[in-house]
Nanobody, 126 residues
Framework: QVQLVESGGGSVQAGGSLRLSCAAS????????MGWFRQAPGKEREGVAA???????NYADSVKGRFTASQDNAKNTLYLQMNSLKPDDTAMYYC????????????????????WGQGTQVTVSS
């Protein structure tokens, strides 16, 4: 089992920045890929970013150039730096862990992520 706890959400004006954190514990040695996802009210959950254990990242087109995923292996923590925030970025943000090493590490494949955090709310006002 892998436990994930997100933090760092809040309210910010458009153009501002936030950094989300996701602390991982449990059998994290099996985790090969971590992802960030978000769900806005009335919308389906969507992938935002993914980071492989070797540090390689990929991003949804909507956040490319604005969001950066990173990880601190010593602290077992995943981060999402969000800059130039827009009202459309308002959502509950979740981190998730993928232990299926044979799959492609992408936030576009939610079905590969078996472990999820409880989420942290991000609200961007215009």
């Amino acid at each position: 089992q892998v436990q994930l706890v997100e933090s760092g959400g809040g309210s910010v004006q458009a153009g501002g920045s936030l950094r989300l954190s996701c602390a991982a514990s449990g059998y994290i040695g099996n985790v090969y890929c971590m992802g960030w996802f978000r769900q806005a009210p009335g919308k389906e959950r969507e992938g935002v970013a993914a980071i492989k254990s070797d540090g390689r990242t990929n991003y949804a087109d909507s956040v490319k150039g604005r969001f950066t995923a990173s990880q601190d292996n010593a602290k077992n923590t995943l981060y999402l730096q969000m800059n130039s925030l827009k009202p459309d970025d308002t959502a509950m943000y979740y981190c998730a862990a993928n232990t299926r090493w044979w799959t492609y590490c992408s936030s576009g494949r939610q079905e590969d992520f078996a472990y999820w955090g409880q989420g942290t709310q991000v609200t961007v006002s215009s």
